[in-house]
């Protein structure tokens, strides 16, 4: 039987609206595609899953239509499956380890998991006072994933968040059309009945220290602060008007409504956009640019199509609402008038030798090309923000940290150099920056916690 695909929106329509791309399986087709999985003994698509979700279980569920059942056993793993199902980069995780996938095509694993997220609930726990207080960082995947389990354990759980809306790179980074805010707005909201506070528009290091956070009480800290500090080009011409971050130019739109014209957050956008990076948050900002009203949309990377990084759907996606894959071009100098971008030196590569990962280098030919743009959105990555852990310090707190400023954790533990004082997510990365990974280190922070209060 062939594999159920999920539903798309017109591919020339969905240029102009930020509704989700793509909409779930049919009650039906649900059934058909449960009823595809082998129920592998040696379940491989659970090992290639970073939280090991019971696949083979759930799907047995929703074949026998117990959507509910079948959400419960995906939550003793992971808090978010309507995110995660849509998210997650399967083919390289759960799906890209089943067995059907050898001669044919895997089972549907992610459209299923967010079938049965969106329709199922998380259960309600009845809460036992624990007479404990945890603080957390950031309200992003790992924070809120801690939230709830540490919240389940009885103690009083405070959230501090420093912008004024919850849920972190899922709010201000992931588009919309990718991941519709109601199924996101539903889990805080569940978080909140359960009685999890939430402080927004506090920065932790500047409006208040981990210090006073001891101070005032607080039993154990979870720093889940992520890493939204961009990285630039280092490039002539980066200070010019029309260049933004990726994480700038999709928070503008994202969180501050920038593409709606009654909002009074400014958003420039030139007929023009080059995009430089060729992983997901490029895609989405490529995507986005489309869909604030850019006229043609550019995706510069240095190396071919085979090298980027970004999951294959969105490549796909992306090539569907009409963005131009400029390959195997890296940017050398962001050239402007009176002020603002005007066009891009760019330099014309060629593949090498493979590096230690195995992926072929980029090779510098010396031939340049001018491309004329107005608008320049850096995707190249980001970097944790030093500000928590600079007020730590000069409070006397030894928090230690790599040599880019992750934060170093104990990898079973996720405890930090400062007694109680814990962190995970994208702050302190062990593994690859996901959204799954960041759940996963927000549980595992929420157990050694828990164990370590129950002391
Ligand atoms: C545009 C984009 C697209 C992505 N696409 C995917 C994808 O398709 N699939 C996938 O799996 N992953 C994707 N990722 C990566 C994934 O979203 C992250 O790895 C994950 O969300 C990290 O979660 P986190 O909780 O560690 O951090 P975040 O989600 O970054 O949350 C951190 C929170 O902490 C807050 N904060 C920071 N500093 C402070 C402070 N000092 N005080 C108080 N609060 C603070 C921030 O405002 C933020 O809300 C994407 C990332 C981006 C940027």
Redesign the pocket.
Known sequence: MERQKLHEQDKVLRRSNFDAVESNLTDEEVKLEASRCLHCKNARCVKGCPVNINIPEFVAKLKEGKVQEAGDIIRETSLLPSV?G????QERQCEGNCILGIKGEALAIGALERYTGDNSDANKTEIVASGKKVAI?????????AAADLRKAGHEVVV????H???????????PF??PRKFLDREINALKEMGVEFHTN??????ITLKQLQEDGFDAIFI?????LPKMLGIAGENLNGVYS??EF?TRVNLMGANDENKTTPLKIGEKVAVIGG???A???ARTAVRVGAKEVYIVYRRTEKELPA?LE?IRHAKEEGVIFKLLHSPYEIKGENGFVSSIDLEVMELGEPDESGRRRHVSTGKFVNMPINTVIV?LG?GP?P??QKSAISDGLEIETDKKGYIVVNSETNETSIPTVYA????A?TG????????G??KRAAKAINEMLAK
Do not use: W
């Open positions: 995660c849509r998210v997650c980069p960082v950031g309200s992003g995947c790992a924070g809120i994933t501090f968040e420093a912008l809306k919850l849920g972190g790179v899922l709010r201000y980074g992931i588009p990718r991941l506090v920065v932790v290091g500047k409006s889940s602060s992520g890493a939204g990726a994480n999709l992983g997901n948050v895609m989405d900002a999951r969105e995707a980001t923000n500000i928590i995970g997510g994208d702050v990365p690859e920056s996901n959204a799954i990974n960041a759940m280190a927000g």
